[in-house]
């Protein structure tokens, strides 16, 4: 059972585009952060958010935590060809302490 | 050191050898995880370390797999009778407290069975 699923699974777009990638869950999570892991490298924390209803932005890229806590998004403006890579969304479960990762979204932004 | 290091980076062994991953965490670090990663996939959860208490050994796919965690620091993941499905990254990653901190990434051992 895949606690948090991701979608879309792949993404192909061009520079200058718009996306958005969306974290679900029937769980309820304390937290929920969001990595980006660059091919031959280990995933790097882009953002966490704590407060249901919360957004974030860094720069271009927009994160929102669901009302209820079970799900996100991440959106990106104007997408150039350094956002290439994976994008995990990983929440904290309250009763057991650890990170769950997501299933993945993978992005190509082509020049 | 300055950030989580695992050894080796790349490792190819023969089908039914044994092999041992080496992680090194973030010094003070309590939380230590271990995921696999198929090629163009996500991170398998295997086996998560917080302080002293008892490992989540949930996500181990069998009992080829086990891991260990010595004086709370260095950990080791070991693999018997490897498999060719066994091939994948292995990525480590430690944290201050557990699933609301912050984790920090190894850069991963790439396991070969051929």
């Known amino acids: 059972t895949q606690l948090l699923e991701q979608s879309p699974q792949f993404l192909s777009i061009q520079e200058g585009e718009n996306l958005t990638v969306y974290c679900n869950s029937s769980s309820v999570f304390s937290s929920l952060q969001w990595y980006r892991q660059e091919p031959g490298e280990g995933p790097v924390l882009l953002v966490t958010v704590v407060t249901g209803g919360e957004v974030k932005k860094l720069k271009r890229l927009t994160f929102q935590f669901g009302d209820a806590r079970k799900d996100s998004s991440l959106h990106i403006t104007a997408a150039q060809t350094g956002d290439t890579g994976l994008y995990l969304c990983?929440?904290?479960?309250?009763?057991?302490?650890?990170?769950?990762f997501g299933t993945g979204t993978r992005l190509q932004v082509f020049p | 050191g300055a950030g989580v290091s695992q050894s080796p980076s790349n490792k190819v062994t023969e089908k039914g050898k044994d092999v041992e991953l080496r992680c090194d965490p973030i010094?003070?670090?309590?939380?230590l995880y271990w995921y696999r990663q198929s090629l163009g996939q996500g991170l398998e959860f295997l086996i998560y370390f917080q302080g002293n208490s008892a490992p989540d050994k949930s996500g181990l796919p069998s009992d080829r797999f086990s891991a260990e965690r010595t004086g709370g620091s260095v950990s080791t993941l070991t693999i018997q009778r490897t498999q060719q499905e066994d091939s994948a990254v292995y990525l480590c990653a430690s944290s201050w407290s557990g699933g609301n901190t912050e984790a920090f990434f190894g850069q991963g051992t790439r396991l070969t069975v051929v």
């Open positions: 990983a929440g904290g479960l309250y009763n057991t302490d650890k990170l769950i």
């Open positions: 010094s003070g670090h309590t939380a």
